[in-house]
């Protein structure tokens, strides 16, 4: 039986998980040292997603989740669920209306104690392929001392040598700023494995889709909505019962990449419903249930495993300093 450990002592348990080769290579000290310089220290936030809000939810799973693993998630009956969403960036007062990230995470709450945690975004894409790519990007972006700018030649000179870090942006960049947090994607970005009562391994990766569809708003909307307009959109929606999402699961074949968030699976994949995530209430302030969690991803049920991805492994000990930081110097939402 998994129990639900208190804030700090899962931080500390969760710190030393460096168990696999690319991980290794980089400190999960030094990571989250450069989250803080390159993209400011605000003490007390999340080092990303520091603009975000609390909320509550209910989940109910599909006899489809049931038919490919014994995740009690899946049960049929309705699993209360915390949930987080967030734009973006370290900035506690980042903009709403601009074409960046936004974030949906969720901790399932189980029976027996289980705990489910995941970091959904809007984007089929991570930012990098491994951590050691990911540090780089970080420190080519730190700002000089003397301009308090990143140095144009040396953001150049990463960006020639990895290429992909740019893809993520240019999806961003491609699409229009979310009318709510209630009607864009969130993608689970890694691969999972989903395992049935035969033992029988089903991957893929998954996507929670808005019941009301998507909708952007255009850039004269955007503009009109002003710099943050999320948070009390969100309450009128969920205060209205309209803010709920599809926990579709894009089934991989044989063949396809598994260990790569910035490779989604190929168009065409055939889609299966695992269940339903309403919306039931959002924290009226800055508080709420979720402030202290870290919603690692690497928390699973019994009946789904992670794939060998380096980049889902590496998250685990980054936010759990992150958790510990944020909870010394006064967690703040």
């Given at each position: ?97 601009t074409r960046s990230q936004r974030n949906l995470a ?155 968030a910035i490779v989604p699976l190929p168009e065409g ?38 794939s060998a991805d380096p980049m889902l492994a590496a ?19």
């Amino acid at each position: 039986m998994r129990t639900t450990l208190a804030p700090l002592a899962l931080a500390v348990a969760t710190a030393g998980l460096l168990s696999s080769p690319a991980e290794a290579q980089v400190s999960p000290v030094t990571m989250v040292d450069a989250f803080e310089a390159t993209n400011g220290k605000f003490e007390g936030y999340r080092r990303s997603g520091a603009k975000g809000v609390c909320a509550t939810g209910e989940f109910v799973g599909s006899a489809e989740g049931r038919a490919l693993s014994t995740a009690s998630a899946f049960s049929g009956r309705a699993v209360p669920v915390i949930v987080r969403f967030s734009v973006g960036g370290a900035n506690p007062k980042a903009a709403d209306n601009t074409r960046s990230q936004r974030n949906l995470a969720l901790q399932f709450n189980l029976p027996d104690g289980e705990i489910w945690q995941m970091g959904n975004i809007s984007a089929p894409i991570f930012g990098a392929v491994t951590p050691e790519q990911m540090l780089g990007r970080l420190q080519s972006l730190q700002p000089d001392p003397a301009t308090k700018a990143p140095d144009p030649a040396k953001v150049k000179a990463y960006v020639d040598a990895n290429p992909e870090v740019l893809l993520q942006g240019r999806y961003f960049a491609s699409q229009p700023v979310p009318a709510s947090f209630g009607s864009v994607n969130y993608w689970g970005v890694h691969a999972f494995a989903f395992v049935n009562a035969k033992g029988e391994k089903q991957w893929g990766k998954w996507i929670f889709e808005p019941v009301g569809g998507v909708r952007g708003l255009s850039d004269e909307e955007a503009k009109a909505k002003g710099p943050s307009f999320l948070f009390d959109d969100l309450r009128e929606r969920v205060k209205a019962g309209g803010v709920a999402f599809n926990f579709n699961l894009e089934l991989a074949q044989p063949g396809d990449k598994l260990d790569s968030a910035i490779v989604p699976l190929p168009e065409g994949r055939k889609k299966v419903t695992l269940g339903s995530l309403k919306i039931t209430a959002v924290a009226p302030d800055a508080g709420g249930n979720c402030v202290a969690i870290n919603f690692d991803p690497n928390r699973l049920p019994k009946g789904v495993e992670p794939s060998a991805d380096p980049m889902l492994a590496a998250r685990a000990a980054p936010y759990a300093i992150s958790l510990s930081r944020r909870i010394n110097e006064g967690a703040k939402q």
